[in-house]
Nanobody
């Protein structure tokens, strides 16, 4: 009932920038939060940034490794979350996954998280 589609990954030189986009669609009532995670080869998926909206105010949290370089934002009208990645480093190379958290499906009281299929970001030195 919910689809999550990421885009914007690619190859970039160190110091460059990319912007990831993630759009949620489907028959859901509400979303509590949206976020970006990344997974390095052989590692567990880890938090990059999350954003929660309260009225017109957005609250963002970042992993220490990306703080000051990445910016998460969301457009609630478009059900879309973005990750602006600046000053990219080779160690940022990973598969990046969009997560929409606490989704309430229309007709159900169950909350569930949904994940995108990932988009690859490769940063060359």
């Amino acid at each position: 009932q919910v689809q999550v589609v990421e885009s914007g990954g690619g190859l970039v030189q160190a110091g460059g920038s990319l912007r990831l986009s993630c759009a949620a669609s489907g028959t859901y009532f509400s979303i509590n939060a949206m976020g970006w995670y990344r997974q390095f080869p052989g590692k567990q998926r880890e938090l990059v940034a999350t954003i929660t909206s309260a009225g017109t105010t957005n609250y963002a949290d970042y992993a220490d490794s990306v703080k000051g370089r990445f910016t998460i934002s969301r457009d609630n009208a478009k059900n879309t979350v973005y990750l602006q990645m600046n000053s990219l480093k080779p160690e940022d190379t990973a598969s990046y996954y969009c997560k929409i958290a606490g989704v309430k499906i229309i007709g159900s009281q169950i909350l569930r998280d949904y994940w995108g299929k990932g988009t690859l970001v490769t940063v060359s030195s």
